[in-house]
């Protein structure tokens, strides 16, 4: 048998609330700022009338995947696939429709606890995601979101009440799902700020308050389930430099740095470091931080480490002179955003691009985020989601034979077992997604399930079909990761 991976190693795959489960407004569920997000493909081009939407506008979210009403049928499936864990995230608008009401939303939290129980009865590990980009807009709109401190209490009362609720049946929590990209998309914090300088403020101080929202957390978990393990999710993909100039050399690893690195100190030593606090001063971006909260930072670190990967990306060094302007512009672009005198994000030239989306695949680069994250955080690793994105082709007789997806798949599980043999502690692998979800910037025009679900842009029947990923992924399982 195959010695690299542990025999109670998380085989798994992943989804989250928003993407998967629709009934948006049903049993008492209020709307989140992912439900009122515009759909956008171009990534460049940032959604600001999220909040404007509120009430009239609702997007895909509204059926997603059916799964709030096809549940059993989507479990079943995954008992036939075998899967060893499953990581969702519950909507904190439908425990709390408007994030702080004074009542627990029953209805609600049934919906879980019938998820949950009947994944412990077939033996798979619930991974839940506290928070996957889905913040109340009934707080949102009341004092502001994330900018607010309330927001940390608010957060807190909801993560306590399930740690309390589900206390001995989930047995690993994630706080909350990649905080380094949702600040850089307003549409997730709500913010609609024009000017730029003012912008970069709200998000800075928005990401200081999620972190120690999620510090408070992780102490009130360990408090209440010390039992229970809990860690937050990061998007980490390393960044090589464009070629081996001195400069570029730097801008990459300042790019780690800046957008990775710091947020792993935070997490686990409970401190920024002095480098990230200082770029914060010198571009007026900083904001108080107080001794209590340095206090909860310190107290709160995480059992495990989790992250995303998807693909790596590539840096050179950036002229100072690049505009404010077009620095907001490619924000949000992995492929092009920039820190001017720092570093600028470019295609990476050594990597032929993917011919079915363009992404420069690149399945070492797992095996490097493994060991960068843990040479820098020493914890166990959990890889929470990494999957393809592609459109699939359903066959006259209802066959998706999708080749692409297993070879990507299989390369990065390989990557993956050279990261165990490497020494890394890895508990834990995810693939996104379980079954077709809405992209979050492409709707249903790319998939990423081993499970294809008959919908599109304009609906469908919602039908459920396995993949020949879906068959490929079951044998990995059986097998322990031989392949
Ligand atoms: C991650 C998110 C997921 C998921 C995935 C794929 O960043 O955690 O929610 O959406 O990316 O991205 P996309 O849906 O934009 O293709």
């Not at 492409?442 to 499970?451: I, P, Q």
Request: proline fraction near 5%; aromatic fraction near 12%.
């Amino acid at each position: 048998m195959n010695q690299e991976f542990p025999e109670n190693f998380l085989w798994g795959c992943a989804t989250s609330a928003f993407q998967v489960e629709g009934a948006y407004n049903e049993d008492g569920k209020g709307l989140s700022l992912a439900d009122v997000r515009s759909m956008s493909v171009d990534p460049t081009e940032e959604p600001t009338k999220a909040l404007a939407n509120v009430g009239d506008e609702i997007a895909d979210s509204k059926i997603a995947s059916d799964h709030y009403h096809s549940w059993e049928e989507d479990v079943e499936l995954m008992k036939e696939l075998g899967l060893k864990s499953y990581r969702f995230s519950i909507a904190w608008t439908r425990i709390y429709p408007n994030g702080d009401d004074e009542q627990i939303n029953e209805k609600g939290l049934a919906f879980y606890d019938k998820l949950i129980d009947r994944l412990n009865k077939y033996g798979i590990e619930p991974v839940v995601t506290i928070y996957h980009f889905d913040f109340p807009c009934g707080i949102q709109k009341k004092y502001g979101g994330w900018r607010n401190k309330q927001s940390i209490e608010d957060f807190n009362r909801y993560a306590c009440t399930l740690f309390e609720h589900f206390k001995g049946r989930v047995r690993y929590w994630l706080v909350n799902n990649e905080q380094n990209a949702m600040i850089r998309r307003d549409s997730y914090l709500g913010i609609e700020e024009k000017d730029i300088l003012k912008r970069e403020r709200l998000r800075h101080l928005c990401n200081h308050n999620m972190y120690v929202a999620c510090a408070k957390a992780i102490a009130s978990c360990h408090q209440i389930d010390p039992e229970a393990k809990i860690a937050p999710v990061m998007a980490y993909s390393p960044t090589y430099p464009k070629d081996s100039k001195p400069e570029n050399i730097l801008a990459a690893k300042k790019s780690e740095d800046l957008y990775r690195n710091y947020m792993i100190d935070v997490h686990c030593r409970g401190e920024y470091p002095a480098y990230y606090l200082r770029w914060l001063r010198d571009n007026g971006w900083d904001f108080p931080i107080s001794d209590e909260e340095h206090e909860i930072l310190k107290a709160g670190k995480p059992d495990f480490y989790a992250f995303n990967y998807y693909r790596s990306s590539c840096a050179e060094y950036c002229p100072e002179d690049v505009s404010p302007e077009l620095v907001e512009r490619y924000r949000v672009d992995a492929k092009r955003r920039m820190l001017p005198g720092i570093c600028r994000h470019i295609d990476n030239p050594n990597i032929e691009p993917f011919p079915m989306n363009q992404w420069r695949l690149d399945p070492i680069g797992l095996r490097v985020a493994f060991r960068n994250i843990y040479e820098r955080c020493h914890l166990p690793l959990m890889l929470c989601e990494n999957g393809l994105g592609v459109p699939d082709i359903l066959t006259n007789d209802f066959k998706i034979h999708d080749d692409y997806r297993i070879d990507y798949l299989k390369s990065h599980i390989i990557a993956m077992k050279e990261a165990v043999k490497d020494g890394i502690p890895v508990i834990g692998y995810h693939v996104w997604t379980f079954m077709d979800v809405i992209s979050t910037s492409e709707g249903f025009k790319k998939r990423y399930g081993l499970v294809y679900v008959n919908r599109d842009e304009k609906g469908g029947d919602l039908n459920r079909y396995k993949k020949d990923s879906f068959n490929w992924y079951r044998e990995v399982i059986k097998e322990n990761g031989r392949n």
